[in-house]
């Protein structure tokens, strides 16, 4: 299973498209993709900030998002003014339910795009997290 909590901001005055982006994103996710458990956008108290609780089944759910078309289809770079991904994982008892973050090595027959994926969102377990299991 892969949750992430994404910290978004985003330039001025494109609150309005970003959020009509969203509200696609989140249609086009849970309407084609297998793997998606949680996919939820919030505004933050900052102005210009936004965050996204994303969780999928495992990983491979995860880049498959990341690189479907409707994902690589929008324009990003005209609303984003900067985005940190935060791989969470829930804690014992108290995590809504969700399964464990895990990171299972990339098969040797990935194709192309999983091994893309695998490069820009590689996914590491903090140590202390298996002793908080």
Same mark, same amino acid.
């Given at each position: 299973? &892969? $949750? ?6 985003? /330039?001025?005055?494109?609150?309005? /498209? ?8 989140? #249609?086009? $996710?849970?309407? $084609? ?5 949680? %996919?939820? %956008?919030?505004k933050g108290q900052e102005p210009l900030s936004y965050y996204c609780?994303?969780?999928?089944? @495992?990983?491979?759910?995860? %880049?498959? #998002? *990341? ?7 929008? @324009?990003? &770079? ?8 935060? %791989? ?5 008892? &108290?995590?809504?339910?969700?399964? #464990? $973050? ?7 027959? &990935?194709? @192309?795009?999983? /091994?893309?994926? *695998?490069d820009r969102f590689p996914l590491a377990i903090p140590a202390w ?5």
């Amino acid at each position: 299973m &892969a $949750t992430l909590l994404a910290h978004i901001r985003i /330039k001025p005055g494109k609150e309005e /498209k970003w959020e009509a982006i969203m509200r696609d994103m989140v #249609h086009r $996710t849970f309407g $084609t993709e297998e793997g998606v458990i949680r %996919y939820e %956008y919030w505004k933050g108290q900052e102005p210009l900030s936004y965050y996204c609780l994303l969780s999928f089944r @495992d990983k491979w759910a995860f %880049y498959h #998002h *990341q690189m479907s078309d409707h994902h690589e289809g929008h @324009d990003f &770079a005209e609303v984003l003014a900067d985005i940190r991904l935060e %791989y969470v994982d829930p804690v014992e008892g &108290a995590g809504g339910g969700l399964p #464990h $973050t895990s990171d299972p090595a990339l098969p040797e027959d &990935a194709s @192309d795009a999983m /091994k893309t994926a *695998q490069d820009r969102f590689p996914l590491a377990i903090p140590a202390w997290w298996e002793t908080r299991a």
